[in-house]
Nanobody, 126 residues
């Protein structure tokens, strides 16, 4: 059974940095993608970044490009979302999820991701 656990959320001020972690377990296939998503109250779930396991290809949404980066540890079992220069509009619940055969043309679409972890809340105060 695939399980994911997101952690690292908290309350920060505008301009500060936060690093989220996603610990994945139970993934038996080599070709998978880990995605980071966020959802603010009243909004749709938004794809932020993805990392493809087989070659390390990363994609970051243009809405946060230059401020957020996605990476993984050497074992490939934990995926990180480094968030810098945080803004109040970044306030949301952040989720990580795993997808298989995620199309390269749309790696940030939530519908491709089949297993989701519990979210971690990020609050950015002004």
């Amino acid at each position: 059974e695939v399980q994911l656990q997101a952690s690292g959320g908290g309350v920060v001020r505008t301009g500060e940095t936060l690093k989220l972690s996603c610990a994945a377990s139970g993934i038996t296939r080599e070709d998978f993608s880990i995605g980071w998503f966020r959802q603010a109250p009243g909004d749709d779930r938004e794809g932020i970044a993805s990392l493809k396991s087989i070659d390390g290809t990363t994609v970051v949404s243009g809405s946060v490009n230059g401020r957020f980066t996605i990476s993984r540890d050497t074992a490939g079992e934990t995926v990180f979302l480094q968030m810098s220069d945080l803004r109040p509009e970044d306030t949301a619940v952040y989720y990580c999820a795993v997808g298989f055969q995620v199309p390269s043309a749309s790696p940030l679409q939530p519908l491709w991701y089949k297993a989701w972890g519990r979210g971690t809340l990020v609050t950015v105060s002004s």
